[in-house]
C-alpha cells in the first residue's frame, strides 16, 4: 500500500461532494452575524469575536471530517483489507495524519481568508500574526482530536458514539472543567495539570487564538506522543 495514493483518494473524496463546502460557509455565517452586528448595531465586539464565532462550528466540523477520514473506512471494512501487514497498518495511519492536517490546513485558510473578508468589510486592521495564527491552529487542533480519536478507535469501533464523544470533548467538556476550577472544587495541584491539559485548553482558545508558547509546545508534544502510540497500537492490533 502507498500512504500517499490513499491520502490523495481521501482529499478527492473530500472535494467530490458538497458536505465539505456547506460546512465552511456554516461556519462562516456566526462569524458574520457577530460582523453585521458589529458595523450596523453598534455591537460591543472586536475582529477576536468574529473568529471566536467561527471556531464555534469550525472547530467541531474540522474535527468531524478529520475522523470521517477512518470511520468510513470502518464503516465499509476497507480498513481490514488493508491491514495485511504491519507496515501496511502504519501507512494506514500516516496517511490518515496527513489527511487530518490537509482539513485543518482547508478550515485555517477559510478562517483567514473569513478575517480576511471581515477586517476589509469592517474596516479594520488586522495584525499578520492573527492570520497565521489562524492556519497554525486549526492544522492543530485537527490534528490533535482526529488522531486522538484514531488511536480510541483502535480498541472501541462503535463510530456514532466516537463521534457523541468527540462533539462533547470539544463544546462540552472544557466548559464542565472550567466551572470545576472556578468552584475550586479541586484541589492547588490537580488545577495547575488539568489547566496544561491541550483538550482543556485549546478548545477554549481556538476562537481567539490565543495560545502561549508553553501552550503550543504542550499541543505539539502531545500530537507526537498520541501518533506514536497510534503506530505502536495499531501495529500489535489482530485483523
Not at 489527511?99 to 478550515?107: D, K, P, R, S
Request: charged share 10%; glycine share 6%; net charge positive.
Amino acid at each position: 500500500m502507498i500512504a500517499s495514493k490513499l491520502f490523495w483518494l481521501d482529499v478527492r473524496g473530500l472535494h467530490s461532494k458538497f458536505y465539505l463546502y456547506v460546512a465552511l460557509i456554516g461556519s462562516i455565517f456566526p462569524a458574520f452575524g457577530i460582523a453585521y452586528s458589529i458595523k450596523n448595531l453598534d455591537g460591543p465586539f472586536t475582529i477576536l469575536h468574529v473568529t471566536s464565532f467561527y471556531a464555534l462550528f469550525g472547530s467541531i466540523l474540522c474535527v468531524s471530517f478529520g475522523m470521517n477520514l477512518f470511520t468510513k473506512d470502518m464503516g465499509s471494512g476497507v480498513n481490514t483489507l488493508i491491514f495485511n501487514s504491519q507496515t501496511n497498518r502504519k501507512k494506514y495511519v500516516l496517511s490518515k495524519f496527513t489527511g487530518f492536517l490537509y482539513i485543518g490546513l482547508v478550515f485555517g485558510i477559510t478562517c483567514s481568508l473569513m478575517t480576511l473578508g471581515m477586517a476589509y468589510y469592517l474596516n479594520s486592521t488586522v495584525e499578520l500574526s492573527l492570520y497565521l495564527k489562524s492556519i497554525l491552529n486549526y492544522i492543530l487542533f485537527s490534528v490533535l482530536y482526529a488522531t486522538f480519536f484514531l488511536f480510541i478507535s483502535l480498541f472501541y469501533r462503535k463510530v456514532t458514539v466516537l463521534f457523541v464523544i468527540a462533539v462533547l470533548s470539544i463544546s462540552f467538556l472544557p466548559n464542565l472543567v472550567s466551572t470545576l476550577l472556578e468552584g475550586n472544587i479541586l484541589p492547588a495541584s490537580v488545577e495547575k495539570i488539568v489547566e496544561k491539559v491541550p483538550f482543556y485548553f485549546f478548545p477554549i482558545l481556538i476562537g481567539s487564538h490565543n495560545l502561549s508558547g508553553m501552550e503550543y509546545l504542550i499541543v505539539a508534544l502531545s500530537i507526537v506522543v498520541v501518533l506514536l502510540c497510534s503506530l505502536f497500537a495499531i501495529s500489535k492490533q489482530d485483523y
